[in-house]
């Protein structure tokens, strides 16, 4: 009896255990095709079909709110770059009709869109209707950074993104609010606890895993596919400008806590000097923009606003870096028919050059241009009556947009290394007496002028 | 395989050779067998570690994408769990209410709900609503009814509170002088049996339902005048209906998903949480054609007075050319029923933790409130700035519409204000006039950004000052001598009787007579003479066009203007300086008109209506108009009366200044 035993037992073991190896396979399988639905209908060969629904769930969305009366314009990078390819076209047609899906189908896991918040009142008709319609949605909230610099203010979170899932399908809604400082912002997504993290493959999104920064665009109607949808004018000029949208909002909490150890400076003189700094900044933010000169707050003014959201009022000066290959000879006259006149000019083009322009009452431009080297960047110095070059030195940086005293601008990215570079680990502290040629911590001493260069090379006005 | 065993019948050693050949056929087999079971097991192993491995990979890779794909994304603050109430089933809940002469306390099920025992204050009938099905505080309220009235608003309090609900009494102190039979009457038919006979200094206390049973109640009678009853504490059993019959049935539509938000957590707001047609919370007034002020953010300072905001936004909301999306109210503190209202009628509301006290505080919250306007609407140039405790005329939207040009282009105006200090219902008379006044009303008014970001914000008064914003806006470091808009007849009335600055006296004497526009789409005239320079020539006119009043006569007396309509008449009282008040004030005072400060005034003039003939006072000789006094006239002076004995020194010092 053991053997039969033994045999009908291995027997039933070998057909669990491919039962199991079934099992296992299609759990798999399953998986898969949840985690990933283009691939698994690739598998199933049902390309066609996956492209139309894509095109659907566009044209769906696209009734769903418009039905609703809510402007929204198209800002997805693939669908955008496929339209720019053809811009000249769709431009001088706009209502043609197209022969073949070419953009709405092309494949992808989500299309993009934007929305102007101050457009909408955020009714909530909009998700019942797009509920009836067969629309899973997904809204991600957050506090709102217009208030955050604000002492105890607590006030509703705002929407910041919203997800509407059809099918296989999902359209992504950014929401893009303005702030001061005449840009759009958008927010990082952030999902809360209780959110369900496999609702979409958030990994692939295109906007969300910062918070950006943007121009307000000019928009443009179009028929693409057949669908009517608003896109930015100039597709390129905007996938250009996402490639760089990335914000950092200002630390106000430890701002807030160093004024707390160390409190403002009310006085009359450094309400004044705010004033005068902040006009500079904004007139010197002007100009250079209209050159299309990218800069960014350097030194004092880039440490005010790491420090404590606002300007330095003992820094007397405004200070912005610049990178010598985006350097342009007109940013002298530029500046001078702003009402800038040129106060000194240090060092030539090819090394060391610093530029600074008169504001009103004795506050100066500063504008140091930066040299790119493999590992780390510098900008010079110069003394004027002995001819020294100092040389500083930074760790590589990108930059990021930030909002400072109502103007969208540039800082490094990599602020902290760039602040501690120049002003040591202690530059919480606040210091009164500085020397630019001693007390910075990356400064270096860098030769001396060669005499027959100094007429050139030291231009003080 | 019962063949392969062997089999005890057969003889081995006969048929030998067949034997061992079956023997050896079946060692064969058995080999064979083992090999199979061999085979087997070692499938069956290799399938297990394959399923294994697979389960393995599966998890990882399942766990894998989804840290991965969450991990940027996920919320900083993700470990903080949510709080979760458990579903309490209770039926029953316990309640004790305590009544004395120094202290009352109301306790539901344990918890504390009111505990009173602060020295002068909270005398009178404490009332406290319940949520039938819930067991929630919806409304707390004190009426003081030793004093006079006090009962009047008790009875509309109850009469406002929904059927259903559970009412809570208790009295601190003392509660029956003033008690009147018509509130005795509204206690007794809620089921009170001592109500009608409470008298002075007795102790009560009261719980049952409007409409309904009652739970019980306790009373004890004071035993001579000069003492009080005994405390009493009365300890009884609610029972709680279900939800469904403590809510109405309205049509389920967003408003009224608001309204029930609501309505079962505040009570005491009337007919808006009425179930038989409740009052509206949506008014659509008509838009205004060319809104110039659509766009322009509106920022209501609130604090913790419920009441009056939901009043406020009501008639907020029903002025032509309201624009809801631009209204944010901002509540000093953490005030659960204002927000309550702000979300009763869909607007957004923002929270601000107190900083500092009294004035500074209002002065701090009028600063966040204003900042916060500016940055959620970065691209406003102007924010209308208005009270909790205003009534919204039906045509402000158009009156600042019409006049908001002039605050963009005249850079000597500081302000366009609805409000009209000397205004009163005997001193305004024509919806379309404007005024150009040298001091800040406020109550209603615009506020240019570039004034805001430029000079105020950045010297704002410091938590540590206990000044009034208002008072340093009027300060001369401020103003630098530019001007505030005003018309005749105010765009809003103030309401409050409870406030900071505020009682009911004061109410009484300076803000309940004072005019308030209810014609809708005035069009205001001569907008363009309101710009600086033709301001003047405008005056000019008025005043060649007056006629001088007999200055013999007592311009307090009704016989001073004579008994016309639509004229205009000049007076000339005397005001040696700039600064010398003495005969306006007493002026203003006997004209029944603001006469704790000088307000209104522009060059020394003022202009305001008696008898429905426009007045205009000069002030002879500062005023640059004193030339338009004829020779023959002497300028009035009222002498101030005698100071008491004991006068507050400050006061007489300042008066001793002016004159």
């Known amino acids: ?461 | 395989m019962d063949e392969w065993k062997p089999n005890p019948a057969i003889k081995p050693h006969k048929k030998r050779s067949w034997y061992l050949a079956w023997k050896y056929k079946l060692m064969n087999q058995r080999a064979l067998r083992k090999l199979c079971q061999t085979g087997a097991v070692l499938f069956l192993l290799v399938t297990v570690i394959v399923n294994i491995k697979l389960i393995l990979d599966t998890r990882r890779a399942a766990y894998e994408e989804e840290e991965e794909s969450a991990q940027d994304y996920d919320d900083e603050m993700l470990n903080v769990e949510v709080p979760r109430h458990p579903v309490s089933n209770k039926k029953v809940l316990d309640v004790e209410v305590y009544s004395s002469r120094s202290k009352v306390y109301v306790a539901v099920d344990g918890t504390t709900v009111l505990e009173d025992e602060a020295r002068e204050q909270g005398r009178g009938i404490h009332v406290i609503v319940l949520n039938q099905a819930t067991g929630h505080v919806m409304a707390k309220r004190v009426f003081d009814t030793y004093s006079p009235h006090e009962d009047e608003a008790m009875v509309l309090f109850l009469n406002m509170v929904a059927r259903g609900r559970i009412l809570i009494f208790t009295i601190k102190d003392e509660g029956s002088f003033h008690l009147k039979d018509t509130a005795k009457n509204v206690l007794k038919s809620l089921g009170s049996q001592v109500a009608p006979f409470l008298s002075w200094r007795d102790m009560w206390t009261f719980v049952g339902k409007k409409g309904g049973e009652v739970y019980g109640e306790k009373h004890a009678k004071s035993p001579a005048l000069s003492t009080w009853g005994d405390p009493v504490l009365l300890k009884t059993e609610v029972h709680l209906t279900s939800v469904e019959d403590a809510e109405c049935r309205w049509p389920d539509t967003e408003l009224n998903r608001r309204r029930k938000r609501f309505c079962s957590k505040v009570e005491g707001y009337g007919s808006v949480c009425s179930c038989k047609d409740p009052t509206p919370i949506e008014f659509n007034p008509d838009p205004l054609k060319d809104n110039k002020v659509f766009d322009v953010p509106v920022a209501v300072i609130a604090g913790n007075r419920p009441n009056y905001l939901y009043r406020m936004l009501r008639s907020l909301l029903s002025a032509q050319g309201v624009n809801p999306q631009m209204i944010t109210v901002f509540i000093d503190g953490y005030y659960e029923e204002p927000m309550d209202v702000v979300e009763l009628f869909g607007l957004s509301g923002i929270q601000h933790t107190p900083i500092s006290i009294k004035n500074a505080r209002v002065s701090q919250h009028y600063k966040a409130s204003l900042t916060a306007t500016f940055n959620l609407f970065p691209d406003a140039k102007f924010a209308v700035v208005l009270e909790e405790d205003l009534d919204i005329s039906v045509d402000f939207f158009s009156f600042l519409s019409q006049s908001i040009h002039l605050l963009e282009e005249d850079e000597s105006l500081y302000c366009v204000s609805a409000w009209n200090d000397q205004g009163y219902e005997h001193t305004a008379e024509d919806p379309s006039l404007l005024y150009r006044v040298e001091t800040m009303p406020g109550l209603g008014w615009v506020l240019r950004k570039g004034l805001y970001k430029d000079e105020l914000e950045p010297k704002w008064p410091t938590p540590e000052k206990l000044w009034d914003w208002d008072m340093w806006m009027r300060m001369p470091e401020q103003r630098k001598g530019r001007e505030c808009i005003i018309p005749d007849i105010s765009r809003s009335y103030h309401f409050g009787i409870v406030g900071l600055n505020m009682n009911g006296y004061f109410h009484e004497a300076y803000f309940k007579k004072h005019k308030f526009n209810t014609v809708p789409n005035v069009q205001l005239k001569n907008v363009e003479s309101l710009r600086k320079d033709a301001y003047e020539a405008e005056i000019h006119r008025l005043l060649g066009e007056a006629e001088v009043l007999d200055h013999s006569k007592n311009p307090c007396e009704d016989s001073f203007v004579p008994d016309t309509e639509g004229r205009v008449y000049v007076m000339f009282i005397r005001m040696e300086q700039e600064a010398d008040f003495t005969t306006w004030t007493q002026l203003a005072k006997c004209l029944h008109i603001w006469d704790l400060d000088v307000r209104g005034n522009h060059k020394g003039l003022w202009r305001l209506f008696r008898k429905k003939n426009h007045f205009l006072v000069v002030g002879v000789p500062a005023s640059p108009y004193s030339s338009k006094k004829p020779s023959s006239v002497t300028p009035i002076y009222i002498e101030p009366p005698a100071k008491e004995e004991g006068a507050v020194a400050v006061p007489a010092v300042a008066a001793a200044e002016q004159t």
């Open chain 1, 1 to 461: 009896m053991q053997k039969i035993n033994k045999n009908v037992v291995l027997a039933l073991l070998s057909l669990t255990s491919l039962v199991f190896l079934l099992f296992q396979l299609y759990y798999y399988k399953f998986y898969l095709s949840q985690k990933n639905g283009a691939v698994f209908s690739k598998v199933r060969g049902s390309q066609s079909g996956q492209d139309s629904t894509r095109w659907h769930v566009v044209r769906k969305f696209l009734g769903l709110i418009s039905s609703h009366n809510i402007p929204v314009y198209l800002i997805d990078p693939l669908i955008l770059g496929l339209v720019d390819k053809d811009i000249e076209q769709i431009r001088s047609s706009p209502d043609g009709p197209s022969p073949e899906c070419k953009y709405f189908c092309a494949p992808r896991d989500f299309t993009t869109f934007a929305l102007l918040d101050k457009t909408w009142k955020h009714e909530v008709g909009l998700f019942r209707t797009a509920e009836k319609m067969g629309f899973q949605w997904l809204k991600i909230i957050n506090k709102d950074p217009r208030l955050d610099g604000m002492d105890d203010l607590s006030g509703v979170e705002i929407p910041l993104h919203y997800i509407f899932k059809l099918a296989s399908h999902a359209i992504h809604l950014v929401v893009f609010y303005e702030r001061s400082g005449n840009y759009l912002w958008h927010g990082p997504l952030r999902l809360k606890q209780h959110m369900d993290r496999k609702f979409v493959p958030f990994r692939k999104l295109h906007f969300g895993r910062y918070p950006g920064a943007y121009e307000k665009p000019e928009l443009l109607l179009v028929s693409i596919d057949d669908l009517k949808v608003q896109i930015p004018k100039n597709p390129s000029s905007f996938l250009e400008e996402m490639l760089h949208s990335r914000f950092l909002e200002c630390r106000y909490r430890e701002a807030r806590a160093f004024f707390q150890l160390y409190p403002d400076d009310a006085s009359l003189d450094a309400v004044e000097f705010r004033k005068k700094a902040k006009s500079l900044l904004h007139l010197a933010a002007l100009t250079l923009n209209n050159l299309g000169v990218k800069f960014w707050l350097s030194s004092g003014t880039c440490l005010g606003w790491y420090r404590q959201c606002n300007v330095i009022p003992h820094s007397k000066d405004v200070d912005l870096g610049v990178f010598i290959k985006d350097y342009k000879a007109d940013i002298i006259p530029a500046f001078q028919k702003a009402g800038l006149p040129l106060k000194h000019k240090f060092g030539k083009v090819e090394d060391s050059l610093e530029l600074s322009f008169q504001g009103e009452d004795d506050v100066k431009l500063d504008i140091f241009f930066f040299y790119e080297e493999d590992d780390h960047i510098w900008n010079g110095g110069t003394q004027a009556k002995s001819g020294k070059k100092f040389k500083y030195l930074f760790p590589k940086f990108t930059l990021c947009w930030t909002e400072f005293v109502e103007l969208k601008v540039h800082v490094p990215c990599e602020t902290r290394q760039y602040v501690e570079a120049n002003y040591g680990p202690d530059w919480k502290v606040p210091v009164k007496t500085w020397d630019w040629k001693s007390s910075p911590s990356n400064v270096q001493y860098n030769g001396v002028w060669p005499v027959n260069e100094w007429d050139d090379v030291i231009q003080i006005y």
